[in-house]
């Protein structure tokens, strides 16, 4: 169950370049499907994203604070529940240009920019909105507890099949010494969000993240 962290492996903004929105998800795996909401709230350049799910009994849930400059991405902090990973259980963390700092965990020294995992979704979407097809980030991984280095590549296009139609997306696939190669379905035609993801795990399992309802996009 630890890969629904990568998966959400789901950016600065002139305003608000991205739209606020809640939306529900489906995380299908062998042990079966889970409902997931998502939460996503833009005012100005200031952005808050909750992911929250339950598997039968365990509460899994991300809170993360970040702000968009000059079409970069800057995460500013980050709370985890997550029941799958070693202890702990639940952490914060703060990120600073310098140090990611947390009491749960050991500091964490940084020679360039970080992001927490929700904020790296969001410079996914910032990139395909602008044409950026290769590029590597650096991205703290909640499970590991450590950052972890992906390179992204965007591939064809294609159509993903949702309970409400059949939409165009853009394709862009992660890959990591680290860990199994995640693909991202961006929807151009839906404020550039991503719709669905897979992660092949290291065994050749997949598993998916997929819309299951038209998201509702939020008045300014």
């Not at 365990?58 to 993360?64: A, P, Q």
Request: without cysteine.
């Amino acid at each position: 169950m630890r890969i629904i962290l990568i998966l959400f492996l789901t950016l600065s903004f002139f305003g608000n370049e991205f739209k606020s929105y809640d939306a529900k998800f489906a995380f299908e795996t062998k042990f079966g499907d889970f409902p997931l909401k998502r939460y996503f709230t833009a005012k100005d350049n200031e952005i808050n994203t909750r992911v929250k799910m339950q598997v039968f009994w365990l509460k899994y849930s991300i809170d993360s604070n970040f702000r968009i400059e000059e079409k970069e991405v800057v995460s500013i902090n980050t709370i985890v529940q997550d029941p799958f990973r070693d202890e702990p259980k639940k952490f914060s963390a703060n990120f600073s240009q310098n140090i990611i700092e947390s009491k749960e965990l050991n500091n964490i020294e940084l020679n360039s920019l970080v992001l927490e995992q929700l904020a790296s979704d969001v410079k996914v979407r910032l990139n395909a909105k602008y044409g950026i097809k290769n590029y590597a980030l650096n991205i703290f991984d909640n499970t590991k507890g450590e950052v972890v280095s992906k390179n992204y590549q965007q591939l064809d296009n294609e159509v993903v099949k949702t309970s409400f139609g059949e939409i165009e997306t853009i394709v862009v696939v992660a890959t990591s010494d680290n860990v199994g190669p995640i693909k991202y379905f961006i929807a151009p035609t839906m404020d550039y969000l991503i719709i669905k993801s897979t992660a092949t795990l290291k065994n050749g399992e997949e598993r998916v993240l997929i819309i299951s309802e038209m998201p509702k996009f939020l008045e300014e």
